[in-house]
């Protein structure tokens, strides 16, 4: 079954620095899609690139999209303490409306 | 802002016993899914729905039923909890018509079977 998976699990950085994790994903794509999931809260998507496009920004997001190697990149620059979460990275197989989410990658931003 | 409201928030469950996780979202989603979330594997498809009154298998099934009575209402079922299922489980909807089937999710419930 096709899966998106975070090479880096948890990562502790300082506020202002910038952080970039990773997702690979082995069967094809249309999109991937990152969230974030804060402490007691449900996932929320941030930033989403689509699989004819190789980067996407949103504010401090930036998010890349390699098809080649089936990977995908978010990063995220001058965090800030509010920037503690799980970040997700969710695939589909083409079939649209479903998701495979990876394991998922913990960011700890200190003040 | 989409809306997806899960109950209860937080539920002990005896092993053997049955538990229900009820799901509402008020944003007219034709799709809505069950999720559950283990430290170490993320989050993994259960069952979800693309219209009332259907559901579909996710990818792991087993151990769990789901019902869609409404558009609204989606739950989901452990007839015979076990010690296994202790989890986190998300609900999720998304709007047929989004070309980025993009999720919403509820805040979770937090399972915990004895």
């Known amino acids: 079954s096709q899966w998106g998976e975070e090479n880096l699990q948890a990562l502790s950085i300082q506020e202002g620095e910038d952080v970039t994790m990773n997702c690979s994903y082995k069967?094809?794509?249309?999109?991937v899609q990152w969230y974030r999931q804060k402490s007691g809260k449900g996932p929320a998507l941030i930033i989403l690139?689509?699989?004819?496009?190789r980067e996407k920004r949103s504010g401090r997001l930036r998010a890349t999209l390699d098809t080649s190697s089936q990977s995908s990149s978010l990063s995220i620059t001058g965090t800030l303490a509010t920037d503690t979460a799980v970040y997700f990275c969710?695939?589909?197989?083409?079939?649209?409306?479903?998701?495979?989410f990876g394991i998922g990658t913990r960011v700890l931003v200190r003040p | 802002e989409a809306a997806v409201t899960q109950s209860p928030r937080s539920k002990v469950a005896v092993t053997g016993g049955k538990v229900t996780l009820s799901c509402h979202q008020t944003?007219?989603?034709?799709?809505m899914y069950w999720y559950r979330q283990d430290t170490g594997h993320g989050l993994r498809l259960i069952h979800y729905?693309?219209?009332?009154?259907?559901?579909e298998k996710g990818d792991i099934p087993d151990g769990y039923k789901a019902s869609r009575p409404s558009q609204e209402n989606f739950s989901l079922i452990l007839e015979l909890a076990s010690l296994s299922q202790t989890a986190v489980y998300f609900c999720?909807?998304?709007?047929?018509?989004?070309?980025?089937?993009?999720?919403?999710f509820g805040h979770g419930t937090k399972l915990s079977v004895l």
């Open positions: 999720a909807s998304s709007d047929a018509r989004d070309n980025n089937e993009r999720l919403f």
């Open positions: 069967t094809y794509t249309t999109v």
């Open positions: 690139i689509r699989s004819n496009e």
């Open positions: 969710a695939t589909d197989n083409s079939a649209g409306n479903k998701l495979t």
């Open positions: 944003n007219n989603h034709d799709y």
């Open positions: 729905s693309y219209v009332a009154d259907s559901t």
